[in-house]
C-alpha cells in the first residue's frame, strides 16, 4: 500500500503520517524530515537541500529524487509506505510512478487535507520551526498553490485523489483519513 497524504504546509500530513504507519505497520517518508536530518549531519544533499529548506522554496526536483530513492531502498519500504510532502511537482510524481513501477507497485491512493490558511498559520507559529516565521510560512503557502496544489488536478484525473477536512482534533482527522483509505484498498 502506498499512500500519499497531500495538502499544504501544517495541514497534519506528519501528524497524520505518523500515527497512520503505526496504525497500517506500514514506513513513513517525509521528505521534509529527511532535509532537516541531511541539513543537520551536513551531508551532501544536506548541503544542497539547505538554503531552499531555509527559505520555505522547494529543493529541486533531482534533489529529492536522491533522497527518496536512498529511502525507498530501505528493507522497512518493503510492506509500503506513507509518503508525508512528496511529490509536490509534476515532475516528482513522474518519477515516483517511474520508482514504484520498477518494483510493480503504484500508488495506492492520495488523501488531500484541507485547512484553511488562518487556521494553518495559527497552528504553525505554535510550533516554531525554524521555517515557522509567518513571513516563511505564507511564502511556504504561496510556493504550495503555485507550484504542488496543480498536482490535485493531476491526481483526480488518474482516479486516485480523495479529500479529507483536516480540522477538528487529530483522532477525529485520523478516522476520517481511514475511512477515505479504506474505500480505496
Ligand atoms: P515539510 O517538512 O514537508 O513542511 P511542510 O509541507 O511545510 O509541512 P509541515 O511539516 O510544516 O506541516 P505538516 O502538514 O506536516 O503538519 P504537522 O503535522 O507538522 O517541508 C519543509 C521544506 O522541505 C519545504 O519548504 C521544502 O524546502 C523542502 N521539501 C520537503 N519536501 C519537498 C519536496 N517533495 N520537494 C521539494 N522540496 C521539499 O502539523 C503542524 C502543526 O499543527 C503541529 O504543531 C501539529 O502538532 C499541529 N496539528 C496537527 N494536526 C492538528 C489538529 N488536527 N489540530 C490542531 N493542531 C494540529
Ligand atoms: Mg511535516
Redesign the pocket.
Known sequence: MIIVLF??????????AAILAEKLNIAHL????A??AAIKNATPVGVL?KS??DA????PDDV?ARIVEETMEAPSFANGCIL??????RA?ADALQQLLAAKGLAVTCVVN?NVDDETIIH??L??G?E??KEDIIRY?LD?YNKETAPLLEFYDGAGLLTSVD?????ED?NERILAAIAVRQ
Open positions: 495538502g499544504a504546509p501544517g495541514v497534519g500530513k506528519g501528524t497524520q517525509s521528505t521534509g524530515d532535509f532537516r537541500a531552499y529548506v520555505g522554496a522547494l529543493v529529492v508525508d510532502g512528496f511529490p509536490r511537482t516528482q487535507l497552528r504553525l505554535a510550533r520551526r521555517d515557522d511556504r510556493v483536516g480540522l477538528g482534533t487529530v482527522v
